[in-house]
């Protein structure tokens, strides 16, 4: 029989029944039959155990070059083994004895290596073991084997064959049945998988209440733990017990995620997330104030070195370098006592918490015992761990459970007939794929002659007759009519071949023709629920929701009047004094022109990401820079202003100016915008950015003749704010160039330039886009009394690019790249814009200060690079 708990639940009804079966027969899994006959008869080698048996695999690959060292590549070399280890066909291949094609060579070489590993280690691949009993005669006198519930292996038939006293009976083809008479069938279809947690609920409750209280129910699904975890809460609180049965991957465990992020600290060069994930676990014994507090510390800083974190981890938490040390080799899992006695005195956590992660630990330590027995690595621990399953079991309720959460293998091994009803969960043909596997392995089988012989579909058969079988009430067959894509799902391929049997005609595609798939027999009694009752649903629970908090809903349009004072934040002066009157920058005041709720975000609420950046900031930062000191030695060691014949002479000191700043970098404060580079790519792009800004000199040589730079970086500090729209206005101007006539242009360096700079739209119409120059502009009249005929915005980027609103009497040529006609006010003299534009600000301004913040986008281009990802008026 398959497994031990069928042995058993064979052995229980063989005797209720007084079975002849219960004297005269043994009943046991090929694997025990397999121990005791080695017992006797075997070479005084072990039969190696599954995680051996991987660990030679991973072993075998690692001495393999051409093969990959991948636990898909060791499954592959476990299917092979299991399908032909030990047979006369697969020997006659592993020692060359037929001709194969050469790329089988690989797959043989590893195959001989990993027999070798485990004679090593005195243990025996369990084919193998068949295949040296085989070739003796064991068993002369009669015996008959029956093999029930599963499908003989190559190995077990070989053998049993090879015996003149052995009659082999096969269990014959896998075949579904009607449900056991006297049992109800019926369907469930939450309409997706928010409903079916409730769906279930009620079904058994109703289930209970109706009979199958005796003998309990199953549930068996794909996910069991999940499915577990999302109604046991609600189960338990109607007074209905219910048990987890099963396995949880050993990395879910909280301590297999731990040893797995340690082992992704020592060997990977990006840690920051893998430590806080450490620092998360409750193995590390840190709380998460101090988990996440270490998280902003590593990110606010892109040099952040890997052992500068371990450092500080090693100074957060005893347990890390415990767990350090785990890692390092199998022989050091003898310090997991440690582990383990925290895990003991833990408090506060249950008894099937503290269970689970002493199977985990245990694992550990059996798996890394094996390797050293195996002399294999820590890698290929890992990899055997991997996929391992740590049983684990859970219990809600305070009596013995009457519903038994599993998956349908374990289910299929339960005693027919014991239960009172089953509900076969998740049963779509994505949740249970019949996929025929031919691989590489299958080949090489083939190849040699031997017939695998296993079908998916017969196995999928076999395990759902026998869930069919257990209920002795009520079967219930669930699938969400829609999966997580909300696109239709279909019933698995055994749920057709069943409901077939209660067809009239299965050939008649008009009996099923409905969103079911079923006979009208069944239509009747269909279990539905929707997803529109959104708490009751995602609560489990029919209760009104309560009211845990009773607040007034938020406006987002608005700052409430108490809290209108804190809006905008006082200026401190340099003698320590505040400035009155509210103070804002140019750069403000356009966020706010832009949006006044993506302002409030950005500025007031201040969703920055906590990672140190490397972008359009940080690079336009490091451009002004260079900008502003090429300029400054330009002028000192050259010229006034950058001229054609002046342009080789200028390229050599912004080379020289851009090497410098690069190199200054990595010394200032991360909070200062830096320019960092930590990868190749990010190093490139630095390059690019360098190149860029010398190509740039070509358009200033051309630019402006006739004007010379006289300001940059021109500050306007708090203690000299100048009054604008009413209020204060600071900010630091990136450049002002005059002429000898005391005109002067306005010039702010940008990155790249789109058609919001430019003053006017295509059909002539005024934009109301950027304003950030024009707020200058006036500004610089206003504190130097400049005649401003330009407020322009210069493009350092690839396309040498000028917009913003020129004077008429600027000429257009002088500003290369400039589109004369989006650019120029034509309604009168400079100063004229600078007014209106002074004008809609203080109404702007007037609005910020009542509180106005509401989501409302000047363009759809405003809401681009908004951190307000859910607000209800993004556009474009
Ligand atoms: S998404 Fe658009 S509308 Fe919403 S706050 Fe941001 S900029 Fe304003």
């Known amino acids: 029989m398959p497994g031990q708990s069928a042995v058993e639940a064979f052995r229980k009804k063989a005797a209720r029944r007084h079975d002849a079966l219960s004297f005269g027969a043994t009943v046991t899994t090929p694997a ?87 004679a090593g280690a005195n243990l025996v691949d369990p084919g193998r073991a068949w295949g040296v009993l085989a070739r003796r005669e064991l068993v002369s006198r009669p015996m008959r084997v029956s093999v029930l519930g599963m499908e003989a292996s190559n190995s077990l038939t070989a053998f049993c064959d090879s015996q003149p006293g052995i009659e082999l009976e096969g269990e014959g083809s896998a075949q579904i049945f009607p449900a056991p008479a006297g049992v109800r069938v019926r369907f469930a279809f939450p309409a997706g998988g928010y409903a079916r947690s409730l769906l279930l609920c009620d079904l058994l409750k109703e ?228 996929n025929e596997r031919s691989d590489a392995a299958a080949a090489l089988l083939k190849a040699v002659g031997i017939d695998v012989g296993h079908s998916t579909l017969a196995d999928a058969r076999r395990v759902f007759a026998a869930a069919v079988a257990l209920p002795a009430r009520e079967l219930v067959i669930e699938r969400c009519l829609k999966n997580e894509d909300a696109a239709e799902t279909y019933p698995a391929a055994v749920v057709e071949e069943f409901v077939d049997l209660y067809r009239n005609d299965p050939t008649d595609a008009d009996e099923i023709d409905n969103q079911y798939a079923l006979p009208s027999c069944f239509l009747s009694s269909i279990i539905e629920r929707g997803e529109e009752s959104l708490y009751e649903n995602s609560a489990v629970s029919h209760g009104e929701q309560p009211a845990s908090l009773v607040d007034e809903e938020p406006s987002l349009a608005h700052v409430s009047e108490g809290k209108l004072p804190h ?3 006082p200026r401190f002066l340099p003698d320590g004094g505040v400035l009155k009157v509210p103070c804002f920058s140019a750069s403000q005041i356009e966020s706010y022109l832009e949006c006044p709720q993506k302002w409030f975000s950005q500025r007031r609420l201040r969703l920055d990401d906590l990672d140190e950046g490397f972008g359009a900031l940080e690079m336009g930062d490091f451009a002004h820079h260079a900008l502003k000191r090429f300029y400054e030695r330009f002028r000192e060691e050259v010229a006034p202003k950058v001229t054609g014949e002046l342009l080789p002479a200028a390229r050599a000191i912004m080379h020289e100016v851009t090497a410098d700043l690069a190199a200054e970098q990595e010394a200032r404060n991360p909070s200062d915008n830096r320019l960092v580079p930590v990868q190749e790519l990010e190093r490139r792009q630095v390059q690019e950015l360098m190149a860029r800004l010398e190509g740039y000199l070509d358009l200033e040589s051309r630019l402006l003749p006739g004007f010379h730079p006289t300001h940059f970086e021109y500050e306007i500090p708090v203690s000299g704010a100048v009054d604008y729209a009413g209020y204060k206005l600071i900010g630091s101007i990136d450049r002002i160039d005059m002429d000898d006539a005391g005109h002067a242009v306005i010039i702010d360096y940008k990155g790249s330039l789109s058609n919001d700079y430019d003053l006017y739209d295509s059909e002539g119409k005024e934009r109301g886009g950027k304003v950030q120059a024009l707020i200058y502009a006036q500004a610089v009249q206003r504190l130097l009394g400049l005649d401003v005929v330009g407020a322009i915005y210069v493009s350092y980027g690839r396309a040498a690019q000028i917009s913003g609103a020129i004077d008429v009497r600027l000429e257009p040529r002088h500003l290369p790249g400039i589109k004369a006609k989006a650019c120029t006010f034509a309604q009168g003299p400079l100063s004229d814009l600078l007014d209106a534009t002074e004008l809609r600000v203080a109404h702007a301004l007037d609005e910020l200060l009542s509180g106005e913040v509401a989501p409302r986008p000047a363009r759809k281009e405003s809401c681009k690079h908004c951190p307000e990802i859910s607000c209800p008026q993004r556009r474009g």
């Open 207 to 434: 289930m209970l209440e109706s009979g199958c209280s005796e003998g309990g129910v199953v549930v068996a699904a794909r996910n069991p733990r999940v499915l577990y975890e999302s109604i046991a809460p609600s189960l338990a609180e109607a007074s209905v017990s219910v048990a987890f049965e099963g396995g949880v991957p050993f990395s879910a465990t909280d301590f297999g995620r731990a040893l797995l992020r340690v082992r992704d600290i020592s060997t990977s060069d990006s840690v920051v997330a893998c430590c806080t994930d450490f620092l998360l676990n409750p193995f590390s014994g840190v709380s998460s104030d101090a988990a996440y507090a270490f998280d902003a510390w590593a990110r606010a800083d892109r040099l952040t070195s890997k052992e500068a974190c371990i450092d500080k981890m090693r100074a957060m938490s005893s347990s890390f370098e415990y767990f350090e040390e785990l890692i390092s080799s199998p022989d050091a899992s003898v310090l997991s006592g440690v582990v383990e006695d925290r895990v003991r005195a833990a408090g506060g956590v249950s008894g099937a918490y503290r269970a689970e992660q002493l199977a985990a630990l245990s694992m550990f330590r059996s798996v890394a015992e094996d390797a050293r027995r195996l002399d294999a690595s820590m890698d290929d621990c890992f990899a055997a761990l991997e996929g391992a399953q740590v049983p684990s079991s859970r219990i809600a309720g305070e009596s013995d459970p009457l519903v038994r959460v599993m998956d349908s293998r374990r289910a299929a091994l339960l005693e027919s007939g014991s239960f009172g009803g089953v509900i076969l969960c998740d049963m779509t043909s994505a949740a249970y794929p019949l």
């Open 567 to 569: 809006l905008v934040l």
């Open 32 to 118: 025990s039959w397999l121990e005791q006959l080695w017992d006797v008869w075997g070479d005084g080698r072990a039969i190696a155990t599954r995680s051996q048996r991987l660990l030679g695999f991973f072993k075998a690959l690692d001495n393999t070059p051409d093969l990959s060292s991948s636990s898909g590549m060791a499954s592959m070399l476990m299917r092979l083994a299991n399908g032909g280890l030990g047979s006369r066909e697969l020997d006659a291949a592993l020692q060359g004895e037929c001709v194969l094609e050469e790329s089988f060579g690989p797959l043989l070489d590893a195959l001989r290596a990993y027999e070798a590993i485990l």
